[in-house]
Nanobody, 116 residues
Framework: QVQLVDSGGGLVQPGGSLRLSCTAT????????MNWYRQAPGKDRELVAA????????NDADSMMGRFTTSRDNAKSMVYLQVNSPKPEDTAVYYC?????????WGQGSQVTVSS
């Protein structure tokens, strides 16, 4: 079965950096678009970034451009989210996601807290 395992969250200072990882199993990883979402307290889950099977990626909002970068290692079935110069408003639980056979699958989430 499809399983996504998120890791790498924690406390980071504003202006620092952090890398999140997601390990995927149970589907042909190299063929699928992978997404990163986040959900802050009291807010809806929102798309942060997406990466195609070939490694092209996009950020969902202009405010995220240049601060959130996603990459993937198809040999390891892993996807990464690099967070640079985070702001306190980036505090949220971050999830990796894949849509496989019309169903959405989610990692368990990684808490990222941005605070000095």
């Amino acid at each position: 079965q499809v399983q996504l395992v998120d890791s790498g969250g924690g406390l980071v200072q504003p202006g620092g950096s952090l890398r999140l990882s997601c390990t995927a199993t149970g589907f042909p990883f190299l063929n699928y678009l992978m997404n990163w979402y986040r959900q802050a307290p009291g807010k809806d889950r929102e798309l942060v970034a997406a990466i195609t099977s070939g490694g092209g990626f996009t950020n969902d909002a202009d405010s995220m451009m240049g601060r959130f970068t996603t990459s993937r290692d198809n040999a390891k079935s892993m996807v990464y989210l690099q967070v640079n110069s985070p702001k306190p408003e980036d505090t949220a639980v971050y999830y990796c996601n894949v849509k496989f056979r019309a169903l959405n699958y989610w990692g368990q989430g990684s808490q990222v807290t941005v605070s000095s």
